[in-house]
């Protein structure tokens, strides 16, 4: 399974000002390291709750497994293809599920591809307000323990993140 990003996200899950804001900075001589620690601590919150925080296009190849492919990816706004071996297939999916799932009639085993938009919008204030909080927190984190050893995720952070998490049985 490939997850890549086909465009980049346009904005930051939070702005520079917010994060300096959070983290008591008042200069900007630190401006690059904080915006490296915002990504950085995006880019480990989407795959825990399985979601993308800005709305951006992204391209899923993965194996069929009985008939259907999971989209491990969350709010799923749009389908632009599905493809096997570069040709449209037709499909079925429920966007709405978590994870959506795509039913399509192709041997176990092939190839697909997804083309697909997903995330909470465009804007950081699309976000839900407990992910955004997530992020400052571990973006402070990161910032505090930027020297040396990065001790575990803060236990608030996990909080906040536990009801985005998706369950599985």
Known sequence: MTLTDLSPPPTGPVTL?????????????????????????????????????????????????????YLNRYPVTSVEAVRVEGEDVDYTANLKARPASFRIDVPDGTVCEIGFTAGYGTDPSDIPTPL?????????????????????????????LQPYRGVRL
């Open 17 to 69: 000002s917010a994060a300096k804001t959070f983290l008591r900075v008042d200069h900007d001589h630190e401006d690059a390291l904080i915006t490296d620690l915002i990504d950085s601590a995006a880019r480990q919150i989407e795959p825990l709750i399985c979601a993308s925080l800005i709305t951006r296009q992204q391209l899923l190849t993965k194996r069929v497994r009985g008939g259907c492919v």
């Open 132 to 160: 955004r909080q997530a992020l400052l927190l571990l973006v402070a984190h990161l910032y505090e323990h930027r020297e040396g050893d990065i001790p575990p995720l803060p236990l608030m952070v996990g909080a906040l």
